[in-house]
């Protein structure tokens, strides 16, 4: 589901600012490994011009200050290449205009769920040379380098990603006699019902209900472990390359049931229905003992409500599921060359995005920067982009400028470690059509205590079959 944060673009170039510190600045920057050898030259000295988007507009001066200065750096080692800023800001809804009118950025940005659709239709450049000549496989977490490889070529530079989890209000739990997050849907249940209180406006568990596709999200997501529901049954692909649903199944069904009882039964919901940010307020104001959460959401609070007391939350995975895993979407940001750049300009791009995240002097340069800005958030939890001792050296130093309480994080960290946690990408294949019609069906049983989920769930399947899949060329 792609959500708006402002946090994802603001919180990482606010980490650019100039007037880096020099105290500490060399043993930092020999603590983190140098993964990356920048050319002598780029475009072999002849002058190139690149349009770098997501840079900040002129309504936010200070960005432009931190962009401008960190563009400057490069050009002082490649002096013939020209950064131009672009504000645009990729949109599911503006983005296919660029491509017909041939002006996309030489560098954009595009969901984690995306990079499939930008390789079938020709939108990126090819970097395996320089992934290759780099050993970037060897860096970068092989799980989020495949999203965007195709046929063993490199099309795209991930930047960062998120998991679905559970954040807990710990001391909520702890007066209710319990010592840690659920491991399991019986434990889930049990604490939701227990730690609820209507007299005190509390809640066992909250989650998006109040607007389709944020509703059908939220279900899927918890379906996947609940009842090891698989995005691929949504739409089928035929042996005559037509597709058919089939979300309408057991493991959906016992999804639908278990939320019509934890609003009907056991009754821990919100009595109303809220949207993402209403659903982080929920949690921000202590109002929710537990709610499905990304890890960016921790940030948004500290944000947004810095009155509250960051160091009661936790997160961790979500109930393990029938596989003993706890299987999640991920989601993220990746950035791309636009199939419409020269060589010169796609040497140039992919050179100045890597060396913005994988140049030592540049990562401490961010973090020392974004100690000094009061509205930074540093350690919110997170996928690993990288792997190896880079990884750990750069996870190090971000430790020690968290500001957040990286210490309740540990449930989600020690299971990702493990291999606990397993990572699905979002169906590419009408996936938001499917969420409103999932998500219509989860309305209906939250304000009709006699709604029948399999009849709901039944007309739901069919009216997706006839109205998105059977239109589908």
């Known amino acids: 589901m792609k959500i708006k944060r402002n946090i994802i673009i603001l919180a990482f170039l606010a980490m650019f600012l100039f007037g880096v510190s020099t105290i500490g600045y060399a043993a930092a920057v020999e603590g983190i490994p140098s993964v990356l050898?920048?050319?002598?030259?780029?475009?072999?000295?002849?002058?190139?011009?690149?349009?770098?988007?997501n840079c900040p507009p002129s309504s936010q001066p200070v960005l432009q200050i931190v962009w401008k200065e960190q563009a400057?750096?490069?050009?002082?080692?490649?002096?013939?290449v020209t950064i131009n800023a672009s504000d645009y800001t990729y949109s599911l809804d503006s983005f296919p205009a660029l491509v017909v009118a041939h002006q996309v950025p030489t560098l954009f940005l595009v969901y984690l769920t995306d990079p499939g659709k930008m390789i079938d239709q020709g939108v990126c450049a090819d970097l395996t040379s320089i992934f290759e000549a780099q050993g970037l496989d060897k860096v970068y977490n092989p799980t989020l380098l495949s999203t965007v490889t195709r046929d063993g070529k490199i099309y795209g530079i991930p930047w960062n990603?998120?998991?679905?989890?559970?954040?807990?209000?710990?001391?909520?739990l702890e007066d209710a006699g319990f010592?840690?997050?659920?491991?399991?849907?019986?434990?889930?249940a049990t604490m939701a019902e227990a730690v609820t209180d209507r007299d005190a406006g509390v809640e066992g568990f909250a989650m998006c209900t109040g607007e389709v596709h944020q509703a059908g999200w939220h279900t899927t997501v918890m379906a996947f472990d609940y009842a090891g529901f698989k995005g691929s049954d949504v739409a089928i692909k035929q042996a005559d390359g037509t597709y058919k649903t089939g979300f309408d199944n057991d493991a959906m069904l016992s999804m639908l049931n278990f939320i019509k009882d934890l609003r009907w039964t056991s009754d821990v919901l919100p009595r109303e229905n809220l949207v993402w940010d209403t659903n982080n307020i929920e949690v921000a104001l202590g109002k929710a003992a537990m709610s499905l959460f990304a890890g960016d959401c921790l940030s948004w609070i500290m944000q947004n409500y810095p009155e509250t007391d960051m160091s009661n939350l936790g997160f961790a995975p979500l109930p393990l599921?029938?596989?003993?895993?706890?299987?999640?979407?991920?989601?993220?940001?990746?950035?791309?060359?636009?199939?419409?750049a020269t060589p010169d300009q796609t040497e140039a791009a992919a050179y100045y995005r890597l060396w913005t995240y994988l140049d030592p002097g540049e990562i401490i340069a961010g973090f020392e920067a974004g100690a000094a800005d009061p509205s930074n958030v540093v350690g919110a939890p997170a996928l690993p982009v990288y792997i190896g001792p880079f990884q750990e050296a750069r996870a190090s130093l971000e430790a020690q400028y968290a500001n957040l309480p990286t210490e309740n994080y540990k449930p989600y960290a020690d299971a990702m470690m493990a291999g606990d946690i397993v990572i699905v990408p979002e169906g590419q294949v009408a996936f938001q059509e499917y969420y409103a019609a999932l998500g219509a069906v989860v309305s209906e049983i939250l304000a009709n205590k006699n709604a029948d989920p399999a009849t709901l769930l039944t007309q739901a399947a069919e009216t997706y079959q006839t109205n998105v899949l059977d239109l589908m060329e």
């Open 179 to 188: 010592d840690g997050p659920p491991t399991t849907w019986d434990e889930f």
């Open 161 to 172: 990603a998120y998991s679905m989890g559970l954040v807990y209000n710990i001391s909520m």
């Open 72 to 80: 400057a750096r490069f050009k002082e080692l490649y002096p013939n």
């Open 37 to 53: 050898t920048m050319p002598e030259q780029i475009a072999e000295g002849r002058p190139v011009t690149i349009t770098v988007a």
């Open 321 to 340: 599921g029938p596989d003993g895993k706890s299987t999640s979407l991920g989601g993220g940001n990746i950035f791309m060359v636009s199939a419409d």
